[in-house]
């Protein structure tokens, strides 16, 4: 019974901490709210985010990667963000439900693969690109019906866009979803809560000087990418706010450059944004000025 209860604790322990991994939590209580924020949004949402997360999660447990990277979350947040996104994108079917499994069981070796050979953090690279790879396949599967888009006014809310970029992390669009996923983050972190809003006002501020619809920014649309920023470069480089900053609005500005190529620019931006400033602080750090 012991040991049942053991695993029991185990398994749950990985799939709330894969949940609150997305906005690089390891907590239990994180991930619980997370889930809650997105059955209220949909719960079909729901449903291919759990798909996706347990195949990642069961591929790496019967492929024996590390268990304690397992358990803290690390194998499943891409698996759990390529479920959110397939069934954002391609609605719930058994077509989309197959190809979010696959996706699940093949982020894993992916990113065991960064963790051992790439000098970068890899964030959310994995889901990315595997991302891209079902956007591709969806048509081909005719079961791209895109999630329409709730009704808004043109004129953006400030406060409520900005709250809403913590949302659209997770895809979600509605306030109320993304109090929750605020009052999540916060739980696990209060400084990574108030970098996040810093990032998504940040990232509203500089689209706001863009040629971007209103709706979008309303939506919060250009704020989750400034927000992952601004907690990504946080728990790196510490409480620099220039850095930090910069990371948010270089993160804001690329979101459109990848959108004209007609690609879902997913959180492309966010991680690039990331490595060209790790990339940055490496090569100063190891070519210092010389004092005079």
């Given at each position: ?10 398994w ?13 939590q ?10 809650l ?11 291919g ?8 999660l ?66 959310t ?26 009704a ?9 866009s ?39 006002l ?28 601004a ?9 620099q ?23 879902p ?28």
């Amino acid at each position: 019974m012991d040991k049942t209860l053991r695993n029991l604790s185990y398994w749950l322990d990985a799939l709330l901490h894969s949940f609150s991994q997305i906005l690089f939590q390891s907590s239990r209580h994180c991930g619980l709210l997370l889930l809650l924020a997105i059955g209220v949004e949909s719960p079909w949402l729901l449903a291919g985010g759990l798909c996706g997360c347990l195949a990642a999660l069961l591929g790496a447990g019967l492929g024996a990667f590390d268990r304690d990277r397992l358990r803290s979350g690390d194998y499943g947040y891409n698996g759990a963000l390529l479920g959110l996104g397939v069934t954002a994108l391609g609605g719930l079917s058994q077509a989309t439900l197959a190809l979010i499994a696959l996706l699940g069981v093949l982020s894993v070796p992916m990113l065991d693969w960064q963790l051992r050979r790439l000098r970068l953090p890899p964030y959310t690279s994995v889901f990315v690109l595997l991302g891209w790879c079902a956007w591709g396949l969806l048509p081909l599967l005719q079961a791209f019906a895109p999630v329409a888009a709730e009704a808004v006014g043109d004129r953006p809310l400030p406060v409520q866009s900005v709250m809403q970029g913590l949302g659209q992390v997770l895809f979600l669009g509605s306030p109320l979803a993304a109090l929750l996923v605020l009052l999540g983050l916060t739980l696990a972190s209060a400084r990574d809560a108030g970098w996040a809003l810093i990032g998504a006002l940040t990232g509203n501020l500089v689209a706001s000087g863009l040629p971007v619809a209103p709706h979008d920014l309303h939506l919060g649309l250009y704020g989750f990418n400034g927000a992952l920023a601004a907690i990504a470069l946080s728990r790196r480089f510490g409480p620099q706010p220039l850095l930090i900053l910069t990371g948010s609005a270089v993160a804001t500005l690329l979101q459109p450059l990848l959108a004209q190529l007609g690609i879902p620019p997913f959180t492309a931006p966010f991680v690039l944004s990331c490595w060209l400033i790790c990339l940055m602080t490496a090569r100063i750090s190891t070519h210092p000025e010389p004092t005079p």
